[in-house]
């Protein structure tokens, strides 16, 4: 008889067992530790370049996690993470804020051939002067990064925004990244004005991003050569921002063709000679900066003749 229920306790014990092995396998959909790992696959797989404010107060490019795949709701996603206070505060990364006041609604999208028309609510005006054209900088730089955006129009409550709200500065009807970003302004005169818009690293903690600033001067030579050239620049007059393209590496020649370019370099373009290989910052400040300015899709570096790298649509 003791034997017996002996056996039953060991037998209940072990199908007890194996039941909580096959629920800890294979859990359901309200297990919070199954969502937990679903959602953190999304993480590595969904991030799109965002344009938010740093501590230095530059608009810089960071990324953040987005949830959807048409053009349309990854503007609003990306709009809605740029409204200050809003439910995707808590995606902006450590070091960066947002820009659009509080309490912004977006009361419609609407895209049509590579043109994005937002509307916001009356909220939209609230800016401050010192933060209006930052505001307009990150709106535009944020939705040009999602592929099939290339121009923005933005409305105030069904009424064309055409001028700043503070400053009362006139805004072009259709904004594209001509438009320019972080600006500094170097003339000797009016005429004959240029814009290049060159991007350069900065550091929050131990993360590192990017930081574009828009330079308007009366430089008359190539923007390819004015890229190179200032990234070439040490010390860069803003001490927070770096570079590390080496003074010694010169652009040897380079050929544009439909939708990329090709840039011939020497030797010391090279972080290691020995290793031959491009530091990861240099092909991206240089990249970075090439598209903003050419609208060219691929970037490809060489020296010597020899190609050695290259940085495609997505790099």
């Given amino acids: 008889m003791l034997k017996r229920a002996t056996l039953r306790k060991l037998t209940i014990a072990t199908c007890a067992l194996l039941i909580l092995g096959i629920l800890y396998l294979f859990p359901t959909k309200n297990d919070t530790r199954y969502q937990t790992e679903k959602k953190y696959i999304s993480v590595t797989e969904n991030k799109n370049n965002i344009f938010l404010i740093d501590e230095n107060n530059y608009v810089a490019m960071t990324d953040i996690v987005i949830n959807n795949k048409t053009p349309e709701k990854k503007a609003r996603e990306l709009l809605e993470t740029l409204v200050i206070g809003s439910k995707k505060s808590e995606y902006i ?4 804020k947002a820009i659009i006041p509080k309490n912004t609604k977006i009361n419609s999208l609407q895209l049509e051939n590579n043109l994005l028309k937002v509307d916001f609510s009356k909220k939209f005006l609230d800016v401050s002067l010192e933060n209006e054209e930052k505001m307009i900088e990150a709106i535009v730089y944020s939705l040009t990064s999602i592929d099939g955006v290339k121009k923005v129009m933005i409305f105030v409550d069904g009424e064309i925004l055409n001028a700043l709200p503070n400053s009362k500065k006139s805004l072009p009807e259709v904004l594209d990244r001509r438009y320019g970003i972080n600006k500094v302004y170097d003339l000797d005169n009016y005429k004959d004005t240029t814009k290049t818009t060159v991007y350069y690293i900065s550091k929050f903690a131990n993360n590192y991003y990017y930081v574009p600033i828009t330079k308007i001067n009366n430089d008359a030579r190539d923007k390819v050569e004015i890229i190179i050239s200032e990234l070439k620049s040490n010390p860069i007059y803003q001490t927070n921002l770096m570079s590390y393209l080496k003074a010694n590496a010169e652009l040897q020649d380079y050929e544009i063709k439909e939708n ?11 972080n290691e000679l020995e290793e031959q290989k491009i530091k990861e910052e240099v092909k991206y400040t240089i990249s970075l900066s090439i598209k903003d300015n050419l609208d060219i899709e691929e970037v490809i570096f060489s020296v010597n003749n020899q190609e050695i790298d290259k940085c495609s649509k997505k790099c």
Avoid at 93 to 96: K, Q
Avoid at 260 to 270: D, G, H, P, V
């Fill in 93 to 96: 990364p450590n070091g960066f």
């Fill in 260 to 270: 990329s370019i090709n840039l011939s370099f020497n030797e010391n373009l090279f």
